[in-house]
């Protein structure tokens, strides 16, 4: 089964991009790679998806490299609100083998 | 629609009782998942149903734990007895049916913290 592993923490200021990686070396070929952002005290929630190349939607965008070993979550100019937890996900609905992160704590500074 | 439901949103018991944790899925949704988050072990799959028939169990933990779905709009978790390192946050999540490719996007409650003392 693929692992998935991504940064503990990291830290940005206000309207900085931050990228936050995940690696994932043995990634079978049906799965996909999900990131989900949590704050304290809710559930995880869907930001966005791919397969390969570039996907981007109205809150982010997902790099995914032709190997698909590795993806990385872009958050353009980040707000305070978007301090929270961001967990990637591997997987496919085909078997539901679903990996998920450890998690990155992402603090965003005034 | 009101999302994913869960109850109780807060649960102490003592050790050896027994703990039965809700969820009410989206309306609509064919798969449900229960979850459980520790800050050791993450957010680790406990079971998966799909049209309410239960598809991998193998992320539960033990004998202990036992997880149903009577019908498309009501599960529970049950722990049964309850034991200290049983405390944890526990989610519900459900999706739409796999349409075949991708990974469906799971939508979470808001979660049950368990405390077992």
């Known amino acids: 089964l693929a692992k998935t592993t991504q940064p503990i923490s990291m830290d940005s200021y206000e309207g900085q991009e931050v990228n936050i990686t995940c690696s994932h070396n043995n990634i079978a070929t049906n799965d996909y790679i999900t990131w989900y952002q949590q704050f304290p005290s809710q559930g995880p929630r869907f930001i966005i998806q791919g397969y390969k190349t570039k996907v981007t939607n109205e809150v982010a965008s997902l790099f995914i490299p032709a190997d698909r070993k590795s993806s990385t979550l872009s958050l353009p100019r980040v707000s305070l609100s978007d301090t929270a937890v961001y967990y990637c996900l591997v997987g496919s609905g085909s078997n539901y083998q679903l990996i998920w992160g450890a998690g990155t704590k992402l603090i965003i500074k005034p | 629609d009101a999302g994913v439901i869960q109850s109780p949103r807060h649960e102490v018991t003592e050790m050896g009782q027994e703990v039965t944790l809700r969820c009410k899925p989206i309306?609509?949704?064919?798969?449900l998942f229960w979850y459980r988050q520790t800050m050791m072990r993450g957010l680790e799959l406990l079971i998966y149903?799909?049209?309410?028939?239960?598809?991998?169990d193998s992320g539960m933990p033990e004998d202990r734990f036992s997880a149903k779905m009577p019908n498309a709009s009501f599960s529970t978790l049950k722990i049964q007895p309850s034991e200290p390192r049983d405390s944890a946050v526990y989610f519900c999540?459900?999706?739409?049916?796999?349409?075949?490719?991708?990974?469906?996007?799971?939508?979470f409650g808001a979660g049950t913290r368990l405390s077992v003392l």
């Open positions: 149903f799909n049209n309410n028939v239960p598809i991998d």
């Open positions: 309306s609509g949704h064919n798969s």
């Open positions: 999540a459900s999706s739409l049916a796999w349409a075949g490719q991708g990974m469906n996007i799971q939508y």
